[in-house]
């Protein structure tokens, strides 16, 4: 029954806009709790950013979401093996640009220096004080990207998580999200974010 759609005239459309939709997690009530996602459902609801262009739809989705992104300040890097790719490299290169300062643990710190990305080593939880925790406490971070593999990295990532949590910091754990943080933070400090109602688009 039927046909094959190679049978129609069909044309790809060009969108004049995007749409980025964005969960709503009730995290900021639940002190402590670890913010990772599960199977289970846990979001409360969901908003909408829609712009002419993917990046700006994704930051009006993130201040939609009340954890607006911020334009400066030092965004902290800790990723897993399969993630040490193109995608994070981009995104740390282009926050670089934007003027941020860049802190990653052991790993991640010796593979962005190998790609020739400056940032500042910082220690993991086990390895002692002064340690990311404490600058997350602190106030010294702004931004996070986090990706983790394992039970014991899983583990070992809790408390930065809860700190993030508490401190009201953007947490990225896949790195096609941190790659899209780090493109709409670029392209909303080159120039305004225009605010539109629904109609119009």
């Given at each position: ?45 969901e908003v909408m950013g829609l712009d002419k262009t993917f990046e700006r739809a ?97 583990k070992d990532s809790r408390a930065i998580r809860a700190a993030a949590l508490s ?15 780090a493109k709409a933070i670029k392209d909303t400090q080159n120039s305004e974010v ?8």
């Amino acid at each position: 029954a039927g046909e094959p759609l190679s049978n129609f005239d069909l044309k790809s459309p060009t969108p004049s806009h995007f749409a980025v939709k964005e969960a709503v997690m009730p995290f900021n009530r639940f002190p402590g709790v670890d913010a990772l996602l599960g199977p289970e459902m846990r979001s409360t609801g969901e908003v909408m950013g829609l712009d002419k262009t993917f990046e700006r739809a994704f930051w009006k989705s993130q201040l939609g979401a009340s954890t607006p992104l911020p334009t400066s300040g030092t965004v902290f890097i800790s990723v897993k093996e399969d993630d040490k790719n193109s995608t994070i490299l981009e995104a740390a290169n282009i926050l670089l640009k934007q003027g941020f300062n860049i802190l990653a643990t052991g790993g991640t710190s010796s593979w962005l220096n190998d790609n020739g990305v400056n940032n500042t080593r910082v220690k993991k939880v086990y390895e002692g004080q002064p340690n990311i925790v404490d600058a997350l406490k602190n106030a010294e971070i702004n931004l996070i990207f986090n990706t983790t593999q394992g039970s014991q990295s899983l583990k070992d990532s809790r408390a930065i998580r809860a700190a993030a949590l508490s401190n009201k910091i953007c947490y990225y754990t896949t790195a096609a999200a941190s790659n899209a943080a780090a493109k709409a933070i670029k392209d909303t400090q080159n120039s305004e974010v225009e605010v539109n109602a629904l109609q119009n688009y």
